[in-house]
């Protein structure tokens, strides 16, 4: 998506250990008139699959996944990153690996939020190692709801998780997607 990649070029800041800052319109400071632009996107790619949740993580791809929703007018539903601890038993729970924090958390989702029959859109913000990704679709699985596809803002095509996703069978659509990137040179997107 062409105005997503001018912007990444113009106000994305790469640093060191192949992470992609975008706090000024997406991660911290959020464009409402881009997310617009991605939500009618993201209609144009899933519209036709009949989605009836669209499931995403705390924090930053609630942003992109509420914009979108009004596209599909569906519910979002968040997976919530929770100490284990405070886990009760009505919930599904899959064990992330955080590629930016690195380190391991476990998501929920209440068991009253998904349910066998849904078609389930997740949406995030970036895909790395693919993790995250992952963990959604554990739970989508544990719901016995249908996993419709993955539409990511921000794919680092350089990393192995778009690979790994796509090769269980999973839809992935991303709206940018970064061949390489430097803290010297920027960023390349794939064609
Ligand atoms: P994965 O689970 O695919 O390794 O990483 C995806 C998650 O890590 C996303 O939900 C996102 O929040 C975070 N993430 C991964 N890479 C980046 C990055 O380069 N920049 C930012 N801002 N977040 C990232």
Known sequence: MQLLEERIRRDGIVREGNVLK???????????????????????????????????????????????AQYFNVPVVFAKKAASKNISGDVYTSRVHS?????????????????????????????????????????????????????????????????KVRDMGIRIESLARVASMSPGSGVVFAE
Do not use: P, W
């Open 22 to 68: 975008v706090d000024s319109f997406l991660n911290h400071q959020i464009d409402v008139t881009l997310l617009n632009e991605m939500g009618r996107e993201l209609l144009r790619l899933f519209g036709d699959d009949g989605v009836t949740k669209i499931l995403t993580i705390e924090a930053s791809g609630i942003g992109i996944a509420c914009i979108a």
């Open 99 to 163: 590629f930016t924090k690195d380190k391991y958390y476990d998501v929920m989702v209440s068991k009253d939020f998904l349910h066998a029959g849904d078609r389930v859109l997740i949406i995030d913000d970036f895909l790395a190692k693919g993790a995250a990704l992952i963990g959604l679709c554990d739970i989508i699985n544990q719901a016995g709801a249908t996993v419709v596809g993955a539409g990511i803002a921000i794919e680092k095509a350089f990393q192995d998780g778009g690979k």
